[in-house]
Each structure stands twice: as structure tokens, then as C-alpha cells.
């Protein structure tokens, strides 16, 4: 196999599609005829629906059924996460959820649904009905240590304290190692806040009979685990449900959650299979969805003169919500991850995964690790400053060494990564003469320049199953079309996929033909997108299929050329005889022929699963440049650039593209967002568009993104992760360049304008005299 | 789909207004950028609306024979951006309305609509109050002519008899003759949103440009209206242009001004950068006039 | 009260069209359900993400807060008018092609049409106001950088500027000479 499309940066295969607006999404496919669903959400933060008289909204021209809690005659709690499924119970994500309930534990919960002819008629009923609900209304609580506390209110009577997750990592002896003398202690709290996703297509589905079964389309990164996931929801086999998922605009891991298939699947039963849609509005999306975790940590650092670490402690709370969704997962991986980053021979780990009467926090890009990369890269610069040295140089003392070795997940750091991504960063934006010059500013308006890091892990392996299933049917004329249970949801999946396989099999990438939209009756079974393992996993199953198919590909020339199939190759879609080069037969004329022969017809296709039982660490940095207008209370990133270490990058302009995305969404939430409740009722304030200020065209500048390739020993083709990466090390980076630019060290997100007010009064850098 | 209970479509002002008396309960229509929202919000669910968005009489600036600039209500934000007259005379209003929402908002907000919604956070509104603008309403009796500090009642009321629409906004020759005027929008991005404050200044300098013969100041977001802050304005009022003065001048207006805390910006923030606007916007005032600070 | 319709006469993608519409209709629904044009999205429904957007008499709105009847003889682009009858691409919609500008697609149709309407109009717009005249649009996955490359680099073709339109790329890290107070 030889690299023509590997490595090359090849247009997406969707791309003239979506620049033509032909393209089809979920609601462009849905027939104008369905019925509107529209959900009915609790307006406590915690309380008992007591009754809800459905009377009047009944009554609305144009409502065909109002369905409340009450009308949910079996119990079927179900998950929710887009996680493999485990056929040991102790492995199975937590089932707390239902498709409707009467004991709502945030506001926005769902307690009922209208369905109507026409949305006027929907929401005129819904408006309605959201007066006609008696409820009991209950103490609620929206903070994660607060709900542990003994007297909060209880969420899930399985769950005391609200904790639904608690794990420990120890190692060493930390109480011993710090009676070292001469060592420097840090300590600091770090806490970041609530966002959300915002793909720009809300989540939407719609369901209808067919047969005795249901179908149901919808905007998913996990069309395999919604199967599975309705069939736990409403009782009924898996098998009777069938799910497609179109084009999706953009998921983030929101869409890795089944959201409200269950719900709308249910409906359809009970209206004898019609067909009904639920477009969830986008300040339904913001609440109603899934959110990325707020997380608090605490964490202290012991070190010697010469800047190692002595001993280290960790500890983080983890704020989730009023459903399980992810469970464990997210606290878990920040945890995992701290002690491998800088590692320190005596450290003592804690987090806490706690219920709260929140909106549901789930998976967003990065699962956890742009929380915890915030902590950790605002603690190592806090300790690099301790010691009064340079933070990039602290770093590369102590980071994670070459030949690395993680005994769980058996991953390995095979290359100098970090010390390449640096010195490529700091070449890019000019780091060492920014640091110099930014040195001692005083005035109104200053700059500063920092860098962070992270290290990500690839897939989710061994925490659970790592599978992938490829087929490959090929056409008369030799071109191809494949399916996978990896899905396209922006990030270019299809065209690295067909890249791979128009490699691995030796024929031209305009013969291979992806199936895009998943259809679990169709494609072969996948879990879908999630992690930054797409490319990793899909490589395997894709490398093993397609040499299967070239393996018949070429037994068929035998049966036509009359050479052995040890002489026979593949190249550019032509049958070659390797002895001396001379060109066969065509990829089509013998796939024409082998149809249509007499003797042995045959329609070439593979088909294949890969169990994958490797994982991969993926590396990178961020450095950031600002300039802080002090009396204003604005920071204003200047310059960005990211270098990552994915391994081979398969598609340079698609790489591209997700470190962009990254970057992004890790300036807003460095800068910008944040979601908000009202503490006095529970409500949410800004989950809109408006208010919830996620960045605009205004609020960036240039972004860059540069790779350093350390070819991946593990992988199919090279590859490792780089979907969720770039959003971890953005903030910390920006949070450092401020402090350098103004001395202040912000240990909170976001540094807006609210933050930088507040902390710079506190310093005394702004006369606050008149603005008591 | 909107949940609009009737729509009446004005032909003409003089429809307009007699729609207006046919219908009282009727809410007007203009672009619809707030309007519209609102229905989809339930506030104004299930209502009736008189839409005058089609118009094409209230579009447009022009100066009218008094040698007021007349801006027509309908007309576009980026339309006022655009326009040769608004540019020459009062660039800073054309800055101001550029600053709202998105381009796209730009292209179907009015200045009609941003001003009769009532709100304090409207970009134009205290640019308009710091030009002392006249609104101009038409109703069954004729024209009438409001300055806009009356205009401005309280909170989303302005004052609108039932008969009446807006039709004009216009700025007198006194106002805008010599004057240079500077707006800084205080946001929490650069785009697509609504102001945290607002704060509009302009100034007129003396002949030889040592001092500053008039500054008028108006703030959005600082009180349940806009508002101008006088104190301030009577204290810089034949000052020399010196960098003092300037920083007094912007100490006053917390004098006039009231901000509320809401979860969208504390009042301190607000009080804080409502000062250090005021400074740095008069300061772009006496550049643009020619002046100079300290000179 | 029962609903209220109109004809509604307009030019839609350079074509002389008329459709009887419910009053209450925005010019999304119509340009959705009535004629098919779905490259028009929903996003947000309040005229904040832009992934309605559509040309109305050459300037960019939000269909979404658009009444239905306000299109009245109106001439109205969407994304499907800029493809040609035999499939031919416009520069702008290639050159989202070309550089990356487009990933899940959802925001690509406003983004376009905005765009056009910027090279459209001749002018040579500095990087400010280029990120302004997009800035009414909210994309989440490709954080704006390869977008803005491919209208700079269309807008420096169409007046000429190949070899600066090559350069775009290229200019990575920016230099500010000066400080930039917020005024």
C-alpha cells in the first residue's frame, strides 16, 4: 500500500453538496404533514407534579393529544449516555431517567408533551398547559458541594449525599514525602463553569410506524445506541426500532446522548404509528439538552528547590446535574489524567461525581479535560511562578517523559511530542521575544503571552468496548460505496475514510463512494462518534475490510489474468503484475467480468468487525497572546496558535479544521460563556443565543494550527486524536497570558469583563473609589 | 409560524393611522426584530398587529426645509450607516446603529422601532437623546412634535397616543451644526448583542478650540430609560480642554446616572465603566473636532 | 378568528413566483415549505445564528424575522439561486470548497449568501469589516478562520488581486504595532 490520499489534503466529499444547499437534514427529509410535538417542562427546580389538568390545551384548535407524566403507564428507566453497552450489570451506565416524569428534579425537566397539527397550535397549548400543572414544589440545590452536604435535598434515594460517582487514585505517600525540607508549597481552587455545545442545528427527530416497527430520524451522533436505548425505554426489543440519522449540523458530544428519541418514538406508538416531529427550540436545547460539567478543584503541589515535584494532591467535584447521563465518566478521566501529565512519584487523588438540581451535564467536546486542563495548566503556571521560573521551561522539567508507560491503558509516549509542539508554537508566534518584551508593563493597556498543554486520550478503551464494523460493496465499473458505523457529523469522517480506502485497496478516491447516513438496518454495527477516536477506530476496521476485499479483488484476477495472486497488486485501479509492472486489466473490467461471468459470479464485498484493545495518547499546546484593557475590564485575544501531535494527520485541511473548532470554543469559554441559574428559583437566565454569549466572527482573531507528526505505532494508519484536543489547552493559555500582561491570576472562567472587574478591583488596579 | 391573531397591512400613513382607531388593540409592526421575538416568546402571543413595514414613504433621510435632518422611522440601520447626510452631519448615529445586533439585524431594524419599544439598551436611543432629537408622530389630528426626554416615559412606555405612528425623527440644526460625536457600545462581544451601557457623547468647541463651548452626554442601560447626564454636561460647559477637566466631566455623570444590577452586569461594573466611557469618548469628541487635550 | 391568507408575489432566485401564504408565516416557512428551499435553516428562530439568511433586494436578512408577506415584490436569493442551470458553482461557493470553510454545513448556506453579497459589492473591505459584514453569523465548528480566508481570497480575485488572495493563508500570526484601547 502506498500513500496517493493519505496525508494529502483532499476536499470533503460533502462539500460541493452543503456549498449547493442540497444537502438534507433531518427536518428537509421530514414530511410537511407530521404532527408537531412540543414538550411540556417543569417550572421547579425540584418538586412532585401533583396533577395536570390537560382540559383547556385539549380544547386548542388543532391539538390532536396531550400527554402528561400520568399518562406513562410502565416504568422503563433507561440511560442515556452514547456509551457502549455492558453485558455486565456493574459496567451499565446508571438508568434514572424516564421518558416522561412526575417528579421533576430541574427546571425544564419533562413532565408532558402537546402534540398538535401545526406548531401555532402546539405552542398556544403548551402555554396553556404550562398553567394548568399543580405542582409540590421541593428545596432544591444547584451546587455541586452543597448537595453533598447532610441536609441537601436528595435527587436519587440510591445516590446518599447526591454522589453518584466517587473515585480515589493513590500512590506513594504523600503525608511522608512532604516533611522533605526546602520544599515550596502551592495551593489553589479552580473552578469553571457551565456551557453548552451550540451546534447550529438543534437537536431534532421524528418518528413513524412502518410494519410493527417504528422508525426514527434523527439528529445523532449514535444512531446504534439510540436503538438500543429507545428499545430500554419504552420496554419494547430493540429490534423494533429502526434509526437513521441524516446530515447533522454539528453535535459536539450533545448529540452522543439519546435526547429525545424515546419520547418522540412513544408518541408515535400511541397515535397508532403517525408520523410526529420534535424540532426542540433552541432555548430548549440550552436547558433541556445536555450541558459540559462545571468543576471545582482543589489542588495542591509540593516542590523541590529545583522544581520537581514532591508530592501532589488532587481533588474535584463534579457537578452533573439532575441525570446521570455520562455518570463517573468525566470527574473520572480528569482525575486519570492529572497524576500522568506531570508525574509525581506521591500523590493522593479524590473526585466526586454529585447530582444537583441542574440541567443534565453530559459529554462536550473534550469530556472533561478542558475543566481539568484549566486546573491543571492554572496550577503548574502558579507553581512555575513559585518557583520563580520559566513556565515553559517548568514544563518541559516535568512533564510526562519519553517512553512513558501507563500500565491500565497501556498507553505509551513514543516521542519527544510536547518538546516538538513547543518549540513549534514558539517559533510560530514569537514566544521568547513576546515573554521579554511583555516583562514589567505598567500603564492601562497591557499584553502578556503564556502557553499550556495537555495530553488526551484517544479512544475509550480499556475503560470500555472498542468496536467497529466496516462494509465495502463494489460496483461493475470497480468504484466502491462503504458504510461504517463511524458517523459524519462535520468533522470529515466520510473523506478520511475514503481516503484510507482508496489506499489501502489501490483505486482512485473518486471510485470510493461513502453511505453517509447510517441506518441501523443497513450499516453494520458501530457506536458511532465519540472520544477523538473516529479516525483511530474506523482505520482499523477499514484496513481489515479492505485488504479483505483486495484479497478477493485479486483472487478473482487469477481467475482472469491466469497469474498467481502473490504477483497481483492493486495500483491506482489498475491489476498489476508485480514482476514486472505491466498493467493487467482495469479495477472495472474486473468487476464487470467477475459479475458477470458464467463460470463463478460473484459481487465483490467485505465486510468486517475490529475489537480494537489499544488506546493512544495525543499531545499538544496552545500558546496565546492578549492584550488586557485595564480600566475597561477586557481582555483581547491577539494571536493563537495550537500545535498538536495526532500522529499521521490523514487530511491536513480537515485537521485543520477541528483545531480551528477547538480553538474556538475554547476562546468562548475562556472569555464568554457561561450558562446561568437564578439561585433563588432554580431558572435559567440566558439560554438563548442572546444572552448566552458564545463567540462571534468579532471575537476572534486569526486562528493557526500547526501539527508535529509522530506516526502512532498502535494505530491502523498512524493516526491518534484530534476531534475534542484543541478546545483543552486554550483557556488556561489565555488565562496565563493575562496574568502575565497584569499580574493577576485568575483561578475562575470565564475571564469576562464580570471577572475581570471584580478581580482587578480586588487588586487595586482599577480606582473603584467612585463606583461603590 | 407566528401566532398572530389578525394582521393588518397599513397602505399609507393616513391608513396607518386609521387602522390605528379601527383597531386599538392592535400592537404596530415595524421591522419586527423585537416584535417578532416577542411573539415567538409568548409575550405577545395571540395579538394583533398593524404592520407598516411596507411604508416605503417613512424610508429614508433627508433635510427638511427648518434644516432639520429627517430620518424617516422605517428606515434601516444600515441604511442610516449608508447615508451621505448622516454621514456629514451626525456620523456618530450612523456608527451607533451599526453597532446593533448583526448586519442582518442592521438591514431590518429601525430606527422607528429601536426607539418606540422603549428600551433603555437601544443603540440609537442615547445617541438620540445626547442630539436632543425631535420625534415626530402622526395621528388623526396631523403631526405632532415630541423632544425625545419627553418621549421616553418609563420603561417600554413611550408616548404613543392610540391614534398615532411614528414618522419621523428628526435633529434640528442647532444641534448637529459644529458637532462632533462619539459612541462606545459596551458589550460582552463584539457582535450580536444588546449593550451592557451605552454611552453617547458629543461636543462643540470653541472658535479657537481651547474649550468646550457644549458637551451633551446620554447613556443607555444607566436608568430604566436613557438619559442624558446634565450635571456633567453643566460642568465641562466652558471648560478648558484639559485632561482634568475631562476626568471630572466623567466622575460627574454618576450624578445623573443609575444603574441596577441584574444578572446580565452589576451596577458597580456598570458605574465603573460608565465613568471611563464618558473619558475616553470625549476625548475621541475633541479629536474628531480638531481640538486638542492640554493644547 | 379564522386564518388570514395572501398572495404573495416576488422573484425568487431570479424567477417570477407567486404562492398563497398564511399571514402569520415568516419568510423561512415559506421559503421552507412552500417552495422547497431548504437550504434555508432554522437555527435559532430570533435572528441571532444567521443560518436563516437570505438576500432580499441585495442586502442580507434573517428570513426567520421576516414576515412571509413582506416579500411583496421582493427579489429574494437563496443559496440554490447561486449554482448555475448546469450545476456551475459561483467562485464564492468554491472557494468555501476549497478552503475548508465548510464542515457540518448547517451555518454554510447564510454564510454564503453573505459572503456574496460582500464580493458582490465591489468593495475592497479591510479584515475588520470583513469580519463585521460576517458577524451576524454564529458558527460552531470551524471557528470562523477558514470562512473569513475564503471570502478574503474571493474578494481579492474579483478585483484583481490573485497574488494577494494567494497570500491569505500564509498570514498567520498578526502583528499590532499599537496599543488598541476599547473606544
Not at chain 1, 714 to 731: N, Q
Not at chain 3, 18 to 45: F, H, P, W
Amino acid at each position: 500500500m502506498s500513500n496517493k490520499y493519505i496525508g494529502q489534503a483532499v476536499k470533503r466529499l460533502d462539500a460541493r453538496d452543503k456549498a449547493m444547499g442540497r444537502i438534507k437534514y433531518a427536518d428537509d427529509l421530514c414530511d410537511k404533514g407530521a404532527l408537531i410535538i412540543r414538550v411540556l417542562h417543569s417550572t421547579v427546580a425540584n418538586g412532585i407534579v401533583k396533577s395536570i389538568d390537560t382540559t383547556e390545551a385539549e380544547k386548542v384548535p388543532g391539538v390532536v393529544k396531550v400527554f402528561t407524566c400520568f399518562d406513562l403507564k410502565e416504568k422503563h428507566y433507561y440511560p442515556t449516555a452514547g456509551h457502549p453497552w455492558s453485558t455486565d450489570p456493574a459496567h451499565q451506565d446508571i438508568a434514572d431517567r424516564l421518558i416522561m416524569t412526575d417528579r421533576p428534579l430541574f427546571y425544564g425537566d419533562d413532565i408532558g408533551a402537546v402534540v398538535a397539527e401545526n406548531e401555532v397550535a402546539a405552542s398556544q397549548a403548551l402555554s396553556i398547559l404550562e398553567k394548568a400543572v399543580v405542582y409540590e414544589e421541593l428545596p432544591f440545590v444547584l451546587e455541586a458541594q452543597e448537595a453533598m452536604e447532610e441536609d441537601a435535598p436528595l435527587l436519587h434515594e440510591k445516590y446518599p449525599n447526591n454522589v453518584l460517582g466517587h473515585s480515589e487514585v493513590h500512590m506513594g505517600n504523600v503525608e511522608e514525602a512532604i516533611k522533605e525540607p526546602g520544599l515550596t508549597k502551592v495551593e489553589g481552587w479552580y473552578e469553571t463553569q457551565p456551557v453548552q455545545h451550540c451546534h447550529i442545528e438543534n437537536f431534532i427527530c421524528y418518528a413513524y410506524g412502518e410494519g410493527d416497527r417504528t422508525v426514527i430520524v434523527s439528529s445523532t451522533q449514535i444512531p446504534h445506541i439510540v436503538r438500543r436505548v429507545v428499545g430500554q425505554a419504552t420496554g419494547m426489543d430493540w429490534g423494533k426500532f429502526r434509526i437513521i440519522k441524516p446530515y447533522i449540523g454539528g453535535g459536539f458530544g450533545n448529540k452522543q446522548d439519546v435526547l429525545y428519541e424515546p419520547l418522540t418514538a412513544w408518541i408515535s406508538i400511541q397515535l397508532g404509528g403517525r408520523l410526529v416531529k420534535l424540532d426542540v427550540p433552541r432555548e430548549e436545547t440550552f436547558i433541556c439538552n445536555r450541558i459540559r460539567h462545571a468543576i471545582k478543584y482543589h489542588i495542591t503541589s509540593w516542590m523541590r528547590p529545583d522544581g520537581s515535584f514532591a508530592a501532589r494532591t488532587f481533588k474535584a467535584w463534579c457537578n452533573n446535574g439532575a441525570y446521570s447521563s455520562h455518570c463517573h465518566a468525566i470527574a473520572a478521566k480528569g482525575l486519570n489524567a492529572f497524576p500522568q501529565l506531570y508525574p509525581c512519584d506521591n500523590f493522593d487523588g479524590e473526585t466526586w461525581t454529585v447530582y444537583t438540581n441542574r440541567s443534565v451535564a453530559g459529554a462536550m467536546r473534550g469530556y472533561g479535560m478542558p475543566q481539568a486542563s484549566y486546573a491543571f495548566e492554572c496550577h503548574t503556571e502558579d507553581c512555575a511562578r513559585a518557583m520563580g521560573m520559566d513556565p515553559l521551561e517548568f514544563r518541559r522539567q516535568n512533564l510526562m517523559p519519553v517512553g512513558y508507560y501507563h500500565a491500565f491503558s497501556k498507553n505509551e509516549l513514543y516521542s519527544d511530542s510536547f518538546n516538538q509542539c513547543f518549540d513549534k508554537g514558539a517559533e510560530i508566534i514569537g514566544y521568547f521575544d513576546k515573554v521579554e518584551k511583555y516583562k514589567n508593563q505598567t500603564g492601562d493597556i497591557r499584553r502578556g503571552i503564556a502557553v499550556s498543554t495537555y495530553w488526551y486520550n484517544t479512544a475509550v478503551y480499556p475503560i470500555a468496548l472498542e468496536t467497529s464494523s466496516c462494509r465495502i460493496v463494489m460496483n461493475q465499473d470497480g468504484s466502491v460505496q462503504f458504510q461504517l458505523g463511524e458517523t459524519e457529523i462535520g468533522q470529515g469522517a466520510d473523506t478520511v475514510a475514503a481516503q484510507m480506502i482508496a489506499d489501502t485497496v489501490g483505486i482512485p478516491l473518486d471510485m470510493v463512494h461513502p453511505m453517509s447516513c447510517q441506518d441501523t438496518d443497513i450499516t453494520p454495527f458501530g457506536t458511532g462518534v465519540y472520544a477523538s477516536r473516529g479516525t483511530y477506530t474506523l482505520g482499523f476496521s477499514i484496513k481489515q475490510t479492505s485488504m479483505l476485499l483486495k484479497e478477493k479483488i485479486l483472487e478473482a484476477a487469477h481467475q482472469f489474468t491466469r497469474m498467481p495472486v502473490f504477483n497481483l497488486d492493486i495500483v491506482d485501479g489498475m491489476i498489476i503484475r508485480k514482476t514486472d509492472g505491466r498493467e493487467l486489466m482495469t479495477i472495472g473490467e474486473l468487476a464487470l467480468s467477475k459479475l458477470y461471468t458464467t463460470e463463478g459470479s460473484q459481487h465483490l464485498t467485505a465486510e468486517s468487525t475490529y475489537q480494537i484493545k489499544s488506546n493512544a495518547y495525543s499531545f499538544g499546546c496552545c500558546f496565546a497572546e492578549v492584550e488586557v484593557d485595564i480600566p475597561m475590564c477586557r481582555a483581547r485575544l491577539l494571536n493563537i496558535v495550537n500545535v498538536h501531535d495526532c500522529g499521521q494527520v490523514i487530511n491536513p485541511m480537515l485537521a485543520e479544521g477541528q483545531v480551528h473548532g477547538g480553538q474556538s470554543m475554547g476562546i468562548g469559554y475562556a472569555l464568554s460563556e457561561k450558562l446561568m441559574w437564578d439561585t433563588k428559583t432554580g431558572k435559567p437566565l440566558n439560554n438563548n443565543l442572546l444572552d448566552y454569549k458564545m463567540s462571534s466572527f468579532m471575537d476572534h482573531p486569526r486562528l493557526n494550527a500547526a501539527f508535529v507528526e509522530n506516526y502512532e505505532p498502535t494505530s491502523a494508519y498512524g493516526t491518534k486524536g484530534l476531534g475534542e484536543p484543541p478546545v483543552c489547552p486554550v483557556a488556561p493559555a489565555i488565562r496565563n497570558a493575562i496574568g502575565q500582561a497584569t499580574g493577576i491570576y485568575i483561578n475562575e472562567l470565564p475571564l469576562s469583563p464580570h471577572t475581570l472587574f471584580r478581580e482587578f478591583t480586588e487588586a487595586g488596579l482599577i480606582d473603584d473609589s467612585f463606583a461603590e | 409560524m407566528y401566532d398572530i391573531k389578525a394582521l393588518y397591512e397599513a397602505e399609507s400613513v393616513e391608513h396607518a393611522v386609521q387602522l390605528r382607531q379601527e383597531h386599538p388593540e392592535a400592537q404596530i409592526l415595524a421591522g419586527g426584530s423585537d416584535v417578532l421575538v416577542q411573539i415567538r416568546e409568548g409575550r405577545r402571543a395571540g395579538c394583533e398587529f398593524i404592520s407598516i413595514y411596507m411604508l416605503d414613504e417613512l424610508r429614508g433621510v433627508s433635510i427638511d426645509e427648518e434644516e432639520n435632518i429627517r430620518i424617516g422611522s422605517l428606515t434601516s440601520f444600515s441604511h442610516i450607516t449608508k447615508d451621505p447626510i448622516i454621514q456629514k452631519y451626525i456620523n456618530v448615529l450612523g456608527e451607533a446603529v451599526d453597532m446593533v445586533g448583526g448586519p442582518q439585524i442592521r438591514a431590518i431594524g429601525t430606527i422607528g422601532g429601536n426607539t418606540c419599544n422603549g428600551v433603555t439598551s437601544a443603540d440609537s436611543a442615547s445617541t438620540l437623546m445626547a442630539w436632543d432629537a425631535i420625534i415626530e408622530l402622526t395621528g388623526a389630528n396631523g403631526v405632532r412634535r415630541v423632544p425625545i426626554k419627553d418621549f421616553y416615559i418609563k420603561a417600554k412606555v413611550v408616548d404613543i397616543k392610540p391614534d398615532e405612528i411614528q414618522t419621523a425623527i428628526l435633529i434640528p440644526k442647532a444641534s448637529y451644526e459644529n458637532c462632533f460625536g462619539h459612541y462606545i457600545k459596551y458589550s460582552m462581544r463584539n457582535a450580536l448583542d444588546i449593550a451592557t451601557t451605552g454611552c453617547s457623547v458629543n461636543a462643540v468647541l470653541s472658535a479657537d478650540k481651547k474649550s468646550f463651548e457644549r458637551v451633551r452626554i446620554g447613556y443607555g442601560v444607566a436608568a430604566p430609560i436613557p438619559v442624558r447626564a446634565y450635571t456633567a454636561e453643566e460642568f465641562i460647559k466652558g471648560k478648558e480642554i484639559t485632561e482634568e477637566n475631562i476626568k471630572k466631566f466623567a466622575e460627574t455623570v454618576l450624578e445623573d446616572i443609575n444603574p441596577r444590577d441584574s444578572w446580565r452586569a452589576g451596577k458597580a461594573l456598570r458605574r465603573h465603566i460608565s465613568v471611563v466611557m464618558a473619558e475616553r469618548a470625549l476625548k475621541e469628541c475633541v479629536e474628531l473636532a480638531g481640538g486638542e487635550i492640554n493644547g | 378568528m379564522d386564518n388570514q391568507y395572501k398572495v404573495v408575489h416576488c422573484t425568487i432566485n431570479g424567477k417570477e413566483v407567486s404562492q398563497i401564504v398564511d399571514v402569520r408565516a415568516s419568510l423561512t416557512d415559506m421559503l421552507r415549505n412552500d417552495y422547497r428551499l431548504t437550504s434555508v435553516k432554522k437555527g435559532c428562530e430570533v435572528g441571532e445564528c444567521g443560518a436563516c439568511t437570505v438576500i432580499i433586494n441585495g442586502e442580507s436578512f434573517n428570513s426567520c424575522i421576516y414576515l412571509a408577506v413582506w416579500a411583496e415584490g421582493k427579489e429574494i436569493w437563496t443559496l440554490e439561486g447561486l449554482t448555475g442551470p448546469g450545476g456551475e458553482l459561483s467562485d464564492i461557493q468554491q472557494a468555501f470548497i476549497d478552503e475548508g470553510a465548510i464542515q457540518c454545513g448547517f451555518c454554510s448556506p447564510g454564510f454564503i449568501l453573505t459572503s456574496w453579497e460582500i464580493v458582490n459589492s465591489g468593495r475592497e473591505y479591510t479584515d475588520d469589516e470583513l469580519r463585521k459584514a460576517l458577524s451576524g453569523h454564529l458558527c460552531r465548528c470551524t471557528g470562523y478562520e477558514n470562512i473569513f480566508r475564503a471570502v478574503k481570497k474571493t474578494m481579492l480575485r474579483r478585483l484583481g488581486k490573485n497574488e494577494e488572495a494567494e497570500l491569505v493563508n500564509s498570514q498567520g500570526i498578526t502583528e499590532y504595532p499599537d496599543p488598541m484601547p476599547f473606544k
